[in-house]
């Protein structure tokens, strides 16, 4: 038979990889693949074979103006409501809002959309029940680029609009008091492998760094690399750093849910990437599909 590891072929973009090869120690075949793959210098070849220890987290475009809405709409005292979504990003994304929320003190709850009675994102009947029921500020995670119609009755009612996503814009974004995506900005602003939770977490470090309460995202990489893993987003630049970042991380000092659902299924150490892609985020996506999503937030 065979031995089809013999076989093994890669496109090959053609350049010199001998200096690579020799200052790296790698072989031919490991060089090559960097070089395709657009690391060429030796700079970039090591930034990614031995990234750093700290995450350099950016600061997405707009992040000024949410943390100057937020910090209103706290002095102001009145009710918040998170609404995220049922997959494992938005899950997640909706904790780690809701929570830094609660550090500030602030009166927040969360509505997760149901998967049949709601669809997608956020509704319109939602926009209404949280008018009906004291809500002053909605804060979308996950979702709400596309809410155009939604975001104009929530204005119409008097409410204030903060949408955080990730998705593509369409052809109008949606009127709010503040609309951040990094797929919205432009030139190095500009992130296409940013999850939703990912974009809540920095965004609410900057909000709580404002009061004096700093190393939010440095506290959360097993959730975030979570996130950005189920929510398939591509590994490179800063991407792989969160991933690399939370499974590195020791189960002790994990988020006390998580750690309880890894205990719950048996896992043992080190963690890899099929932990968080096959064992964790399945759980947590089922629950959207079996009943509620708001289950996965409590977690």
Known sequence: MRRYEEDWMSAWRSGDVTELMNRFGISNICARILWSRGFRTPEEVSAFLYPKDKIDWPRLAGTDEYVRVMREALAEGGRFRVIGDYDVDGVTGTYLCVTALRLLGAEVDYRIPDRVADGYGISEEMVRNAAQEGIRTIVTVDNGIAAVKQCALAKELGLRVVVTDHHDPQ????????????????????????????????????????????????????????ATLCDVMELSGFARDILRKGLSRPVREWNPGLRALFEANELNEPIRPYTFGFVLGPCINALGRLETADYGVGL
Do not use: F, W
């Open 171 to 226: 052809e109008h974004l949606p009127v709010a008091d503040c609309v951040i995506d990094p797929k919205v900005a432009e030139g190095s602003d500009r992130y296409d492998n940013i999850c939703g939770a990912v974009v809540a977490a920095l965004l609410n470090d900057a909000l709580l760094a404002s009061e004096g309460m700093n190393g939010y995202c440095d506290h959360m990489t097993e959730i975030l690399a979570l």
